[in-house]
């Protein structure tokens, strides 16, 4: 009876490969948000898929860094709309 899935089936997320094809070259986290004009919350965002836009994919594919690596750009949305005072004026 076997209780876990064999290591060798697992897929690793893209996320995953990512990290792992930076750190195979040895790249610092912090110094690649350096060279591409970031921070590294913002690097992290944007690895992670929650803040990848268009400018900032660009930037990391002229580092080097693979296409198929990173997430698919998306233009930041529209702010909503203002919230609106809940004090009436009589």
Known sequence: MQYCEPVHTITPTRQDRCRAWLIERRIVFKDL????G???TTLSNI???RRATPDHI???IALGVPAELLPEPREPGKPGPKRR???RQS
């Open 33 to 36: 948000a350096a060279d591409a």
């Open 38 to 40: 970031m921070s590294k």
């Open 47 to 49: 690895i992670a898929g």
């Open 58 to 60: 660009r930037n990391l």
């Open 85 to 87: 005072s809940r004090i």
